[in-house]
């Protein structure tokens, strides 16, 4: 087929049938630089797909989780390609889709951080929700909505505050931030496609999951990091806000597998993904410090609390009112029932492997920094 042809945006064109065209296993990633499209690619990859990342224009390189996917075509023949794109370039992204001709789309792009949502609402609104819309607008306009299977990354923050635990698939959303409503919106319009124009568009509700490629200021990576450092002597302490947090934490490449199972069943449905288990953001920080036999213990309340090293007595641990939300989302615990039963999905990483690994990684970037700079 000529370059035009291939480009060619609306359905000139006479398609094969949608079973045909699924077959092609050509899978379009959003948000590919980020900690899930990351482990996505390598799982796509495995099983044979030919994989394209939308990857924003950036001053900085901003391609270090699929790095080594590159490197490796030398070694292995993938098929592997980066288109630069923005979810909030509507055409850009008809572009994209006319060129790929993807047979599924996995839409991971977002501005993912809960507590900058606040101070960018109408971006993360932009981005979050509308970038949705224009997504799912773009396969339409390409003809291509009976041909494409979609996956929307909806999230545990729908359920916000909290109404019961656990939290399912029939749980009533409550979202506690400009983040949150954002996915709230993506939510309805990827679900409002299925049924208006019989779209296979599935939304994974899923609760945290997070792995040594995690965005350091997250929770979890920015306590990992820091035991790393501190256990060094290269940072003294670790300040963080409401330790009193409680979250459902799995492994993001549990996760990712659990999206693509979404999308190989014969309808379109949502599914949360989840471990069944909740710990407290304290919990993770006393587990983080154990994995170096560090033992936590706290003193005080509130903003005066704090945690010693019961050792040395050292305070490594404070309370910052600055890292506090406006609305806080206090406890998430996802009963992932229906995605074991019908996707045969199961999460294999514990929390305490998973501390473990998070910790002992930036154990080893942070020896091999120091290494570096001698
Ligand atoms: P990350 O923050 O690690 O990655 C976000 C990705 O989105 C990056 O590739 C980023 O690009 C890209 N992106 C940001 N803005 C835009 C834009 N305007 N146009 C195109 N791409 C953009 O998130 P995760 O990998 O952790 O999460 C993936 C998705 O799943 C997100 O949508 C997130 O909201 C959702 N989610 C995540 C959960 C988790 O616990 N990790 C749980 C539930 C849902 P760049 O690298 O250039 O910044
Ligand atoms: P979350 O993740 O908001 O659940 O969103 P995050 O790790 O940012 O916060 C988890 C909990 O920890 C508390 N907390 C802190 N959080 C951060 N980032 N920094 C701190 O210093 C700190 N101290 C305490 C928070 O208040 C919160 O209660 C993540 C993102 O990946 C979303 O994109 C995704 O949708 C949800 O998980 C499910």
């Known amino acids: 087929m000529s370059t035009l042809a291939k480009a060619t945006p609306f359905a000139l064109r006479s398609l094969p049938s949608p079973e045909e065209w699924n077959k092609r296993k050509v899978a379009l990633i959003s948000g ?23 990857i924003r224009r950036s001053s900085s390189f901003n391609t270090s989780r699929i790095n080594h996917l590159f490197f490796d075509q030398h070694e292995r023949k993938n098929k592997f390609e980066l288109h630069h794109g923005d979810l909030s370039d509507s055409t850009n992204l008809v572009y994209i889709i006319a060129q790929v001709q993807p047979s599924e789309i996995y839409n991971l792009g977002a501005q993912s951080h809960v507590k900058v949502s606040f101070d960018m609402a109408e971006y993360t609104g932009d981005v979050d929700a509308l970038g949705t819309l224009r997504l799912l607008d773009a396969i339409r306009t390409c003809g291509l909505q009976n041909h494409v299977r979609f996956y929307q990354a909806s999230t545990s923050e729908l359920y916000g505050l909290v109404q019961s635990v656990p939290q399912d698939e029939n749980t009533p959303f409550y979202p506690r931030s400009p983040y949150g409503v954002a996915k709230l919106y993506a939510f309805w319009i990827t679900k409002n496609y299925r049924e208006a124009y019989n ?22 990576r920015k306590i990992t990091r820091a035991v790393a450092d501190i256990s060094l002597g290269k940072q003294a302490c670790l300040y963080l806000g409401n330790l009193d947090a409680q979250r459902d934490w799995g492994h993001a490449r549990d ?35 154990k994995v170096l036999d560090v033992k936590i213990e706290w003193s005080g309340e509130g903003v ?8 040395t007595g050292k305070i490594v641990v404070r309370v910052d009112p600055r890292y506090f939300r406006p609305a806080e989302v206090e406890q998430l615990l996802g009963r992932p029932a229906k995605a074991e039963r019908v996707l045969g999905w199961k999460r294999n990483v514990d929390f305490d492997s998973l501390v473990k690994e998070m910790v002992e990684s930036d154990l080893k970037a942070s020896r091999s920094l120091i290494e570096d700079q001698n």
């Open 255 to 289: 996760y990712v597998e659990g999206m693509w199972r979404m999308l190989q069943q014969d309808t379109a449905d949502d599914f949360v993904l989840a471990t069944g288990e909740m710990h407290y953001v304290r919990e993770f920080v006393e587990k983080s410090f």
């Open 304 to 311: 005066d609390e704090v945690g010693k090293d019961s050792q």
């Open 199 to 220: 779209m296979f568009a599935c939304n994974g509700i899923l609760f945290n999951h997070e792995s040594p490629r995690r965005g350091r200021t997250f929770v979890t």
């Open 32 to 54: 590919i630089t980020g900690q899930d499209g990351s482990y996505l690619t390598e799982l796509l990859l495995d099983k044979g797909y030919e994989v394209h990342g939308i």
